[in-house]
């Protein structure tokens, strides 16, 4: 027990000490011009990449090698900052940076216990060892501290001290800020913590190497608890909420920070260096699905083989999820390629275009039979990819069974010229040789594309005809908008879909009702699946980023059970293919006019009697081609239009969209009542089976 005298020695020097502090505080506000702190308006800190909804797909370390998040007070759990401020600085909010009465309760303890009991530094003081941090401790040091408090306080609101302190706050190993330790031991952002995880983020910084539970986990454990007894004494928890925290078992192992999207974020960095917060357009429950079904599907296909997939809103054009390669670490696949970008042979994956254009043009229906057979087309001579040829075939066989042949008998009735047209229509140019215009073998693969390019121009059979331009965030502009970006019209859309529903799922495939296309470029060093519901389109690509050759890779094998996989693991709903549109319908075989019975090249025609005929071809011409008919002149209760040709053998049968009129009739006149404004297709085929058409535009 003390003597009366030492008592009131010990009395004496506390209150000493404590005027001391006083006189100190008083005499700061005079050198605070003269000695402002290195306090920077803004905190270097770790750049962020975040999905549509806010969520960290990547980060960046700091220079110095350091994780360091900005932290709002809108980032964290109210819980752990209500318990910080009871733990650290209790009067944090009344005073002016220095807490007098905690400095002098910290001496007394001193000198009565020869130790330091308790400290007196307040959370301004801890912010400014933070920001001028100091190896030694001494009288000199702590009175910095106190100056640089007082100064913080004078610049800084509170918000923007604690912020700071929670930014910059040690949590042992390179890891500062309770963003970073948060998702570091818990694996989520801090805004929604248990009062256990909140307790021990509050105790890690006062000694973060020691009590690091990765590291430490008894020592954690112990601060934890200490924590949460003082909670209890300063009324912030009840004894019962305390003692269920008490029970869980801190976390024992340091997990790795999000690493989502490597290469739209290292993207979005080099087109916006000095910006800290970059969001993209994809979504982080999706990037993470595809990016596991890539991952995995590598490891399946072999070495050295990498993979790649986009999976983009045909409504918007938004990529929700792109993956660029198997692993981006993985040296042996070449991860750090982004594949997406990569431009490559697309086999056989844009034979739905040629299809579609000469669904649009009036030339087959589904039912048409077409050859298949060897042909020779002024010296190109394609083959089918099993180099077996089936015959006779109906469009719709030949394009889910993807035949050469009769997909190069329709491109040479359409034109190469008019199917790169219709793709730079959609936004997409493809890439041939210097000086060589298209040619057939387009058809076939022999032009180079990008998987991201051959997306964009699924989004078009996915939406009614109209391509979106896609975007992830991560360009340095935003891509404008298309100012045409029709690709198809919307009845050849809806044929090509209804018949690439209808290809058969690869064997042991989730059941998923999309309509896609596989291609397998020369030499097996490609290997594509391309497909969509009503809503989303997914492409995946696989094969050796070095362009080598794979025996036994191809589309239907390789890359088509990734895709479906990919459809299931995005997390995305399904959403049902379109409902045909108004004149688009499948006819049966036996309601086909003659001269969709059977495709004829152009100059030929199905032979319909031994006579030889005079008559000139059918010409139609009211309306001519191009006209912009007003609705209003043919809506309901008013006159149809009236179609007119000149030429052509009697009968004749007229069709709308590809879909007949009610009569064959014999006379060079017939109605037509619109049935919906936008573009329409007219037809007349006569009896020798000659065909004209016109596009006009209803409106």
Known sequence: MLSARTTRRIALWAMGATGL????????????????????????????????????????????????????????????????????????????????????????????????????????????????????????????????????????????????????????????????????????????????????????????ERRRPDRNPGNAQAARDRVLDRMVTAGVLGESEAARASLE??????????????????????????????????????????????????????????????????????????VGSANYLDASRSGWIDMTRTVRSPGSTLKPFIYGLAFEQGLVAQETMIEDRPTDFHGYRPKNFDMSYQGDVSVRQALQLSLNVPAIRLLDAVGPLRLTARFRQAGVTLQLPPGEAPGLAIGLGGVGVTLRDLVQLYTGLANGGRAKVLRDGAEATTPAPLANGTILEEQAAWQIADILSGVKAPEGAAKRTIAYKTGTSYGYRDAWSVGYDGRYVLGVWAGRPDAGAVPGLSGYVSAAPILFEGFVRSGLPSMPLPRAPSGALRMARSDLPVTLER???????????SAVITEPAPQIVFPPDGARVELGSVSEGAAPLVLKLQGGRAPFRWLANGKPLDTVARRREATWQPDGTGYSTLTVIDAAGRAASVRVFVE
């Not at 009344?94 to 216990?113: M, Y």
């Not at 991952?295 to 999820?321: C, F, K, Y």
């Open 599 to 609: 495709f004829s090249p152009a100059g030929q025609l199905p032979t319909v009697a």
């Open 21 to 208: 502090a006083a006189l100190a505080v008083g005499g700061l506000f005079a050198l605070d011009r003269a000695f402002p702190p290195p306090l920077p308006e803004k905190l270097t800190v770790s750049a962020e990449v975040l999905d549509r909804d806010g969520q960290l797909l990547r980060a960046y370390a700091v220079p110095s090698g350091h994780w360091r998040l900005g932290t709002g007070l809108d980032q964290v759990d109210p819980q752990l900052v209500k318990m910080l401020v009871a733990y650290e600085d209790k009067r944090f909010w009344d005073h002016e940076g220095v807490d007098v009465l905690a400095l002098g309760r910290a001496g007394w303890q001193f000198a009565s216990n020869g130790r330091i009991v308790s400290g007196g530094s307040t959370l301004s003081m801890q912010l400014a060892r933070l920001i001028e941090p100091r190896a030694e401790r001494s009288f000199g040091s702590k009175l910095r501290q106190l100056a640089r408090a007082v100064q913080i306080e004078r610049r800084l609101s509170k918000k923007e001290i604690l912020e700071r302190y929670l930014t910059l706050a040690p949590y042992g190993g390179n890891l500062e800020g309770v963003r970073s330790a948060s998702l570091a031991y818990f694996g989520k952002e801090p805004k929604r913590l248990t009062v256990s995880e909140a307790a021990l983020l509050v105790a890690l910084p006062q000694l973060p």
């Open 249 to 322: 078992t801190v976390a024992a192992a340091r997990l790795a920070l999000p690493t989502l999207a490597p290469h739209a974020a290292d993207l979005a960095l080099r087109n916006a260096p000095g910006t800290v917060r970059h969001q993209l357009t994809l979504r982080k429950s999706v990037q993470a699905g595809l990016e596991a079904v890539a991952r995995e599907a590598a490891q399946r296909l072999g070495p050295r083989i990498s993979v790649a997939m986009v999976m983009a809103d045909a409504l918007t054009g938004e990529i929700l999820g792109e």
